[in-house]
């Protein structure tokens, strides 16, 4: 499964595949300004997409994403391919780092709903693009479905609404030990899945 993302630098024609990002990142690590430059603009759109449906506010959003971007110049170098997509670790920073933003807030905000993130600008990907996307949704999809009810709901609620483990527990009235090793176990099973 590839992962590509359009880019938004006109210059930049064609999309970034996983490839792509994986030489850039690797170029990052190592320093490259003019490597980073180019990541951000391969991939802030979805980045801006991600933190904007967990926080609900395009300056906290912005906010975030920049300091997820200062974290990846910091962190490439720990990127491991062999563990996650490009796409899907710059995604868990960004997601993290709207995390941080809502419990250094002291104040639940209301997440926006999933469909909202269509509605996030980003340069169109072509049709061959659209149809890979469409069947690796419908593959997580797949996968999803195949985790036992209590985990797909869990990774569902962390993930798409930004809940943090504290507030699965509470929600669920189970100890945060049980719902972190339930989110694992699920998470491991839906790697597993995706990669066959």
């Not at 991939?43 to 506010?57: E, H, P």
């Not at 990846?72 to 780092?97: C, G, T, V």
């Not at 709901?153 to 798409?160: E, G, K, Q």
């Not at 699920?186 to 995706?194: A, D, F």
Request: some cysteine; overall charge negative.
């Amino acid at each position: 499964m590839e992962d590509t993302v359009a880019l938004r630098n006109p210059a930049d024609a064609a999309p970034m595949d996983r490839h792509g990002l994986e030489r850039l990142l690797a170029a990052v690590a190592i320093g490259d300004a003019q490597a980073f430059e180019r990541l951000y603009h391969a991939t802030s759109a979805k980045m801006f997409g991600v933190c904007l449906r967990l926080l609900a506010d395009r300056d906290e959003a912005e906010d975030a994403v920049q300091e997820a971007y200062a974290a990846i110049w910091r962190k490439a170098a720990q990127y491991d391919a062999s563990i996650a997509s490009p796409i899907s670790w710059l995604a868990m920073i960004a997601h993290n780092k709207a995390v941080d933003r809502l419990r250094s807030d002291g104040t639940a905000r209301n997440a926006l709903p999933i469909e909202f993130a269509a509605d996030v600008s980003d340069t169109a990907p072509g049709a061959p693009a659209l149809a890979e996307h469409a069947g690796e949704t419908r593959q997580l999809d797949r996968c999803l479905n195949q985790l036992e009810a209590r985990r797909r709901t869990l990774i569902r609620t962390a993930f798409f609404e930004g809940a943090t483990y504290e507030e699965l527990a509470r929600r669920t009235d189970t100890p945060i030990g049980t719902v972190k090793s339930w989110i694992r176990r699920g998470l491991m099973q839906l790697r597993t899945c995706l990669e066959s």
